[in-house]
């Protein structure tokens, strides 16, 4: 089994509809992040948590929220969904050193 | 401001052709220097640490090097397998990484 699975893998969603991607670990790992990835913009950190009660914004987190529901758990939110959140969304998780991603959620949102 | 710059944007390559991967990073503090290896469709998959300049990391055909400024990627006698986009990413105090914005490297046999 995959050490971390996202949730759903794919999502096809309308504009100002509430939408939750979610992220599950199995290393152990006490820090998660939640990123975007565009074509041309490389990946961007939009939350990040370094324990359950740590959560932290990232270089683009206006317009998406996070819950960290337990060690193993990452939830990210779009509260009204635009269509220029049409992305590919990964979870990843780290000890202190590398970061483990896991397979992506492809989002679009018409 | 961390940044991260890669290039070339893309590479084209015969089965067996030799070339380097260039990553340029400007960050205070550098608390590491990571490649991963991206396949179309999935996550980015790990493939090395640098810590400071002078050290090298090979796996297989790959191998990855650490300056003061730059990192570079060299692929040897790659194989069509080796297609796949490269990301570089620059790690800071805090544990959040930059990322570059990636070469998509093709090799054709």
């Known amino acids: 089994d995959a050490d971390v699975t996202q949730t759903p893998r794919n999502r096809i969603t309308k504009t100002g509809k509430r939408i939750m991607l979610e992220c599950s670990q199995t290393k152990g790992h006490d820090r998660m992040y939640w990123y975007r990835q565009d074509p041309g913009l490389g990946l961007r950190l939009i939350y990040y948590?370094?324990?359950?009660?740590?959560?932290n914004k990232g270089e683009i987190s206006d317009g998406y929220s996070v819950s960290r529901q337990a060690q193993a758990k990452f939830s990210l939110s779009l509260e009204s969904a635009i269509p220029n959140q049409t992305a590919l969304y990964f979870c990843?998780?780290?000890?202190?050193?590398?970061?483990?991603f896991g397979p992506g959620t492809r989002l679009t949102v018409t | 401001e961390d940044q991260v710059t890669q290039s070339p944007e893309a590479l084209r390559l015969q089965e067996g052709e030799s070339s380097s991967l260039n990553c340029s990073y400007t960050?205070?503090?550098?608390?590491?220097l990571f490649w991963y290896r991206q396949d179309p469709g999935k996550g980015p998959e790990f493939l090395f640490t640098?810590?400071?300049a002078g050290e090298e990391k090979e796996k297989e055909r790959l191998k990855a090097t650490l300056t003061k400024k730059e990192s570079f990627l060299h692929i040897t006698a790659p194989k069509p397998e080796d297609s796949a986009t490269y990301l570089c990413?620059?790690?800071?105090?805090?544990?959040?990484?930059?990322f570059g914005g990636g070469t998509r490297v093709l090799v054709k046999p």
């Open positions: 960050v205070s503090g550098l608390r590491g």
């Open positions: 990843a998780t780290s000890d202190i050193g590398e970061q483990y």
């Open positions: 990413a620059s790690k800071a105090a805090g544990n959040k990484l930059t």
């Open positions: 640098l810590y400071s």
């Open positions: 948590s370094f324990d359950v009660k740590d959560i």
